[in-house]
């Protein structure tokens, strides 16, 4: 399952990874509301986050693209934070953390930890030129926009400006705490 996730990272179109990041509600429709469960696979018929599992079993169409899904065979695929989260690459307590914040969380924050956390992954698993092409091919590219507010702010450099402060900020406390400890050691 980690070498499965790591590959899907290595691999993924960077746009595509502002997407994985973004939490979903299921859009199925039951008695005339949303059903709005968290959605944690994608569709494999169309690759829309739209369905929580139970409505990806009874639906027969995507509600974002109305494309059919299959009768037969996997219907869905857990999405790429979810698999990291599976293979212990993300810690569970931010899945915990997240779903309970869900409805009451600022939906922007929530995301843009999401990626965080998935560029933490990248580059504890030496796919740093992943977080130098977002960088780059994403933050960079004036034709990469969304008209969706939550989808444009993580297409924005703040957001990789933020990591970079984040990760600098936890290493530097990580080699504090190692020259503390050496010289305790020393004494």
Known sequence: MEQNALEQLAS????????????????????????????????????????????????????????????????????????CLEAGLISKQHDERFQEKDDHG????????????LFDVALQNNLASLICHYTTDVCLDENAVSSDPLLAFLLDEV???????????ALISEISMICIQQMLDFK
């Open 12 to 83: 993924i179109d960077l746009i595509e990874l502002c997407k994985e990041a973004r939490i979903e509600h299921c859009r199925a429709t039951r008695d005339l509301s949303s059903c709005g469960r968290y959605v944690q696979h994608v569709l494999n018929s169309c690759g829309h986050a739209s369905l929580c599992a139970e409505c990806s079993q009874r639906c027969d169409v995507c509600p974002i693209c109305r494309s059919p899904i299959p009768d037969t065979g996997n219907r869905v695929r857990l999405r790429l934070y979810h698999k």
């Open 106 to 117: 600022d939906p922007v924050n929530l995301d843009v930890q999401r990626l965080h956390s």
């Open 159 to 169: 957001v990789i400006k933020e990591w970079c402060k984040k990760a600098v900020n």
